[in-house]
């Protein structure tokens, strides 16, 4: 990385550093009050320093190759992942760290990547220090680049990964074995013999599930996730700071009952809590967790509480400091709020229910619950769009009993070296546990509002929300505020009045209607939302050849986002699985209104849909005709079909195309259409401010007569970067250029959002 480049371009936040440095020491020889504020605001100046140093990118860096076609030699830095599928082959997933690669000529190179290939057997798989050779496609890790979604990409960056490098089916070269101890590869060859014993005393998903509460991992049935996820307790099925913090706990209250030394008591929990974290493969999350979890048992064993703030903001500081991304990173995120809760919150709480005169394990389950869930709500808010109201039960009922079950299962992990027999009595019990826990988590995902969606909150109602929040905790500052407040009664009166009215205002206000353009990558997936809140969604996306479930984890976590809980219509402009493929999911969460598919056998909707051909929600569909019509509000909605049938010879050619007006604005979807079903739409009305073009710009649509009927001023191509079909085509991107229309493609700008009163217009990008 080169560091002098970077500090010859921002050489006045040297001189800033300096200054402040000097400064800082300077006030602190005098002992002022105001020293501290110097020092926060030296590492925000160091913060930045290392942020710039972060995320430059060096010329010899991988990621400068995107998309181009290489050998590549490097060394395997992690034990693979692997997978194997349907058919039975091996999906396997190496880090490599490159060392140089190959077109033309050899040159070195910089940075890790997934490398990803695939195979029939496990043999010749390569081993942690191995050098290997492959020849493939170098790609950047790609994201669906919309509101609401964890960031893939950034979270790689941290480990150093800056790309995709798949091989398929060729065969990797492994041109040096190591034979250097690795400390990794020899605690994931414990831990898959500690799994196969698993396997030998109980079902193999219970194996699975307590593995990955164990040592991590997500090998877990969909429906056990989803359920753990509705009752706010899914952190325990990964290692989390809760799993540190549990370990934590057990230690300290078995060093409390053989009577040991606090100090050392300390010392061996640091020690074993260290052994963990490498057993558990010593990755970055896995650290940052255990850094976390050991903060929250210190905080809560130091007697004083300014120290433990204190604790925990430096700590912040200086995992900041080392990794600036962390600050946009979800895991990091969940972790400091949660501690920050127990720090400041779980003493208040914890007294106030002393009041009650409950028993103690109650009130403290209760106190650390509810204020890590209050420090948490509004980053839960932003991921996950909903508050599990079942979370408190969740956490008094069954949090419990998987404590004991992960206790059980390191007391078996670290028995089984010596005494097999009781490893597998305790394997029987833990088994029996989750058999409870997971049949009471699904009961209570029964009761009614166990789950209820919550809009997320804007970045000013953030920073009100934790500002309330340190006032309340804050005796001084509410004592402060409220001698002002006294003071100038008039200012308060009358900025109270104006807060008042310009809230009415907002609210009273007439909303645009939008329009969606959501990426979901190559596919097609728009929706409309009213200016009272109607939602249409046209198409959903998805993928032929993937298990990936595009409507569950794109398509509703972006209508969640902008407070869509249920669906005036689903229009499906065709039954391919680029457009349809999310919509099984859609129907089985949120409510449906209508739904509205084209004149194509019904087998083809029934097999995309996951429904039986008896399903009344497909006898209820609304076949879309030519001049089929539909008003919402004051918008008008109209099929353009045409009634020539004897051409179709594909799903494509009976794409629905269906344009919206509202007043002087219109905007044409076209689905798949191809240039032989175009002509037929030539003596309509088809003229629309706004072009959502055809078959992701395949040059088989969207003719130059086609286009120039249309006219639009603005095009929006929803397509796949790395697509293996070349969409857009460069004749359909020429013959928009002819013409004076913008175009905007989501594989560029990621979702693309339209906003209008029916006679102008403004729009907004996700990548701007």
Known sequence: ???????????????????????????????????????????????????????????????????????????????????????????????????????????????????????????????????????????????????????????????????????????????????????????????????????????????????????????????????????????????????????????????????????????????????????????????????????SIIALYLEEKSTAQHLLSIIALILLLFDPLLLFNISFQLSFAS??????????????????????????????????????????????????????????IIIPLLEILIILGLIAFILGFIFPFITKI???????????????????????????????????????????????????IRKYLYLLLQKYKFITYICSISLIIFSCYFMIKPSPLQIHFIDVGQGDACLIITPHQHSILIDTGGSINSDFDIGSYVDLPYLHHYGINKLDYLILSHADADHSGGASSILQKIPVNHLIITDEDKDLYAKILKLPLNNPLLAKAIVAKENTAFNLEDIHFQFLQNDEKENLKSSNDSSNVLKLTYHNFSVLFTGDLPQTQEKYLLNKNIASTILKVAHHGSKTSSSQEFLEHVRPQLAIISVGKYNSFGHPSKEVLDRLNNLPTKILRTDEKGAIVIYTDGYNYSLKTFLN
């Open 1 to 295: 990385m080169k560091i002098p480049e970077i500090s010859k371009s921002y050489t006045h936040l040297f001189c800033l550093i300096i200054v402040n440095l000097i400064l800082a020491f300077y006030f602190t020889l005098r002992k002022h009050k105001f020293t501290f504020l110097l020092y926060l605001i030296l590492f925000f100046f160091l913060g930045v320093m290392r942020y710039l140093s972060f995320t430059f990118i060096a010329d010899d860096n991988i990621k400068n190759y995107d998309n181009q076609e290489i050998t590549l030699t490097g060394i395997i830095c992690q034990m693979p992942k692997i997978r194997q599928d349907s058919a039975g082959i091996y999906h396997l997933t190496y880090v490599v760290d490159t060392k140089s690669i190959k077109q033309k000529e050899e040159k070195t190179t910089t940075g890790k990547v997934y490398l990803y290939q695939k195979q029939k057997n496990l043999d010749n798989l390569a081993k942690i220090n191995d050098t290997i050779s492959a020849t493939g496609t170098i790609r950047l890790i790609q994201n669906y680049h919309n509101p609401n979604l964890v960031d893939r990409e950034l979270s790689a960056q941290e480990e150093g990964i800056y790309a995709t490098f798949s091989i398929g089916k060729q065969n990797l070269k492994i041109l040096n074995t190591s034979d250097k101890f690795s400390l990794q590869e020899f605690c994931y060859q414990i831990e898959q013999s500690f799994l196969q014993s698993m396997y030998q005393t109980m079902p193999e998903n219970d194996a699975n599930m307590i593995f990955a509460m164990l040592f991590g991992g997500y090998n877990i049935e969909k429906d056990i996730l989803e359920a753990y996820s509705i009752t706010g307790i899914i952190h325990i099925l990964s290692v989390s700071g809760s799993h540190i913090s549990l370990i934590s706990l057990f230690l300290l209250s078995l060093g409390k009952f053989l009577h040991l030394p606090r100090f050392f008591n300390l010392i061996l929990l640091l020690i074993l809590i260290i052994f963990y974290t490498i057993l558990c493969g010593a990755s970055i999350p896995v650290i940052r967790a255990s850094i976390m979890g050991l903060l």
């Open 426 to 476: 305790l394997f029987i019990f833990a088994s029996l546990i989750l058999s409870i826990s997971n049949e009471a988590t699904f009961l209570l995902t029964k009761i009614p509002f166990a789950s209820i969606y919550v809009p997320p909150l804007d970045f000013p109602a953030i920073l009100i929300y934790y500002s309330l929040i340190f006032i309340t905790l804050n005796i001084k």
């Open 339 to 396: 501690t920050a809760g127990l720090v400041y919150l779980m003493p208040i709480l914890r007294s106030k229910l002393n009041k009650l005169k409950l028993p103690s394990l109650l009130i403290d389950n209760l106190a650390l619950t509810m204020s890590a869930q209050i420090f948490a709500f509004p980053i839960i808010i932003w991921y996950f769009t909903s508050l599990s109201l079942s979370s408190l039960l969740a956490n008094l």
